[in-house]
């Protein structure tokens, strides 16, 4: 990345939107915008009439001037008409009067540069535009706000201080002044150790946020899973048949939910009579099917448990407990009056009932859409409702550097009773940069250009 010259780039999601933003920072940002305007911006906010390719049009034209702004630099953004061909052609503009296309994380990390955000929080603002669910948002935005920095930076500061008083000592050998003892440096080690590990142990993991989790659909043949997958998805993703044994595959797709998305995929049905003695070509396809099925619902992170209204066969065997119990085809001419008049309050799919499994039971039709709302909010309650309250995650550069350091320090601390106080600063030392790597404050310039390199252009 270069710095020094003037940045700019489309800072909003491509679409047809409401507006548009067109956003610059650096030295020339507002000569170049006083060329496009015609005039000098006259304030931090400025109503104006832009022309570009003979093509006029409203603009609000907001006006940060450095050291103030975002980036440090002087900043302008252009909010105009939501035209994807009207933004290309203002950023054209730009370019010509000398501004420069952004790279990927630029205006981002001019902000980190320049001192306006550490390493972790540069992270957040890439975690919040790539976040697909409110427990990544709110992840995101705890690092954007600083968080990791806040718990981390009185520990480096005990860490720091601790090295000073040791290094002090080495300083003074020959006059035999102590400026700390070894007991002493012992318990601040110690007491630092239990901090990150505290950390560790209390944030969940941020990758997991970002895996969209697989919620799998598991049942006998012909029970309706993949009806309910094409109800779900909103698309025909797979083949609906009233021969059993149809879906022959794992199929999958992205399903919205209020909270975030999720993978719900169809499997094969299960049947546990099948004849294992049975050698011909068609059963040794059919257990191999069941295999791939049991083996998909094994990796899952929730399943769900389809059954036919009618079937009042006993319940397929699983190796695990289903989390939802999905009773379907209420549409069935056996099933008329079954559903409540609409004049009642509570749906009856909604109600809480103990199926085979002694689970939460919902039940519903997938081809006329009664109980599906009902099944969708389950869903949602069941997947991210245990992420609601997360305050804080780590990622794994985080915890690289995390541990990294707790290992030192664990050093540092057989140092402080068992070696010289040279050794115990040593261990310090890497400590206190595997600290500083997190927050950016030490890191080589590869690792913060892989960071900046996933961000999108324009922020």
Known sequence: MQSGDTIVAISSATGAAARMIVRMSGAEAITIAAKLLGRQPESS??????????????????????????????????????????????????????????????????????????????????AAVSAHSEAELNAARQLLAG????????????????????????DFTEEDIS??????????????????????????????????????????????????????????????????????????????LARGSIQLLDVAGLDDSSDASDESVQSQIDRDMQLRARSTLEEADYLLLVKDVTDTSETIRLSRDADLLVITKLDLPSCAGVLPAASEKQSWAARPRCGDAGIRTISLSALTGAGLH????ALDKMVFSREANQTLSLNARHLQYINACIHSLKRAAHSASKHGSEILALELREALDSLGSVLGEVSPDDVIGRIFATFCIGK
């Open 147 to 170: 968080e990791l920095s806040r718990r981390l930076a009185p520990l480096m500061e005990e860490i720091a201080h601790t090295l000073a008083l040791v290094e002090a000592g080495i």
């Open 374 to 377: 009902e099944l969708r909010a």
């Open 45 to 126: 906010v400025t109503r104006a009439s832009v022309t570009v390719r003979e093509c006029s049009f409203p603009a609000w034209i907001y006006l940060f001037r450095a050291p103030h702004s975002v980036t440090s630099e002087d900043v302008v953004e252009f909010h105009i008409p939501g035209n994807p061909l009207l933004a290309r052609w203002t950023l054209e503009a730009m370019i010509s009067h000398g501004a420069r296309q952004a790279d990927a994380g630029e205006f981002t990390a001019r902000a980190y540069f320049n001192g306006k955000l550490d390493l972790s929080q540069a992270e957040g603002v890439s």
């Open 179 to 256: 400026f700390i003892s070894p007991a002493e440096a012992l318990e601040r080690v110690v007491a630092v150790i239990r901090a990150l590990e505290q950390l560790v142990s209390d944030s969940p993991r941020f990758e997991p946020l970002t895996h969209l989790p697989q919620v799998v659909l598991v049942g006998k043949p012909n029970a309706g899973k993949s009806t309910l997958l094409n109800a779900l998805s909103g698309q025909k993703r797979a083949v609906v048949s009233p021969v059993a044994g149809t879906t022959r595959d794992v199929l999958g797709a992205t399903v919205t």
